[in-house]
């Protein structure tokens, strides 16, 4: 197998797996709780994008990290992880605008992730020591938006 397969059965994998983790074991548990509740342990996941900040440090991604990548990759895990904070804050502070701020938080995110695997696979980045977020991380937040997303919808009727 050359790199771009053993990363592409690696996300695949690590997709199922959360899938399955969410699915088996998260929904069922959140499902039986109020929608703030549910929504609360999703956001303190996110709440960690700021690990996606290492996308600027050259000693861990390498040098030559095309900053089209790095840049708009650190800066949008870094607003995703304050949004999710703040929505968190509104939703345990009872909030009027705390379930709008998880539908900004989650459409930010979602499209964060979204551009910065478009991007990397644009312009074909080598993440150094950093490989472990797409294939490991990103896959595990993509599952927990959808779950946001279905969530909102769902309990929104």
């Known amino acids: 197998m050359n790199t771009f397969q053993i990363f592409g059965l690696q996300v695949l994998l690590s997709f199922v797996l959360y899938g399955l983790i ?3 074991y998260v929904a069922p548990r959140l ?9 609360e342990p999703l956001l303190l996941l996110h ?14 991604v390498g040098p030559d990290l095309p900053a089209a990548f790095a840049v708009p990759a650190a800066y949008g895990d870094l607003l995703t ?5 703040l929505a968190l804050a509104a939703l345990r502070g009872r909030w009027p605008l705390g379930i709008p701020l998880v539908w900004v938080f989650n459409a930010v995110g979602t499209l964060d992730l979204l551009y910065a695997f478009y991007q990397g696979t644009r312009l074909g980045v080598q993440l150094g020591a ?15 938006h959808a779950m946001i997303f279905a969530m909102l919808v769902k309990r929104a009727r």
């Open 81 to 85: 992880a304050l949004l999710a904070l």
């Open 47 to 60: 709440a960690f994008r700021y690990v996606g900040m290492v996308f600027l440090v050259p000693t861990v």
């Open 130 to 144: 950093a490989y472990y977020i797409p294939t490991f991380a990103v896959p595990a937040l993509f599952v927990t």
């Open 31 to 39: 499902g039986a709780l109020p929608l703030t509740a549910a929504l």
């Open 22 to 24: 969410a699915r088996w």
